[in-house]
Nanobody, 127 residues
Framework: QVQLVESGGGSVQAGGSLRLSCAAS????????MGWFRQAPGKEREFVAA????????YYADSVKGRFTISRDNAKNTVYLQMNSLKPEDTAVYYC????????????????????WGQGTQVTVSS
């Protein structure tokens, strides 16, 4: 069993930055692919970014490419999402998630393939 806890959310003005962290307990994250997803009020959950178990491959939604960076520190059992140049449309609850097996690149984008989820952290970007 993996427990995930997100932190680092908050309120920021457009153009600002935040760094989200996702700390894991229960099991080492080093064998898991990790993803960040977000859900805005009245909208469906959407993929933001993902990283493979070693950190050698990363994947991003087009809407955040070039602004967000996902990384991981397996020694600290933690995954990060550095968010720069934030926009009001980035406002959402951000969730980290873990999945044990991936069979293709498309697996990273599919939320229903992740077996473990954190409780979420709110990010609010004002204009």
């Amino acid at each position: 069993q993996v427990q995930l806890v997100e932190s680092g959310g908050g309120s920021v003005q457009a153009g600002g930055s935040l760094r989200l962290s996702c700390a894991a307990s229960g099991r080492t994250l080093s064998t898991y692919a990790m993803g960040w997803f977000r859900q805005a009020p009245g909208k469906e959950r959407e993929f933001v970014a993902a990283i493979n178990w070693s950190g050698s491959r990363t994947y991003y939604a087009d809407s955040v490419k070039g602004r967000f960076t996902i990384s991981r520190d397996n020694a600290k059992n933690t995954v990060y999402l550095q968010m720069n140049s934030l926009k009001p449309e980035d406002t959402a609850v951000y969730y980290c998630a873990a999945r044990l097996r991936t069979y293709s690149s498309s697996d990273y984008y599919a939320g229903n393939g992740y077996g473990y989820w954190g409780q979420g952290t709110q990010v609010t970007v004002s204009s």
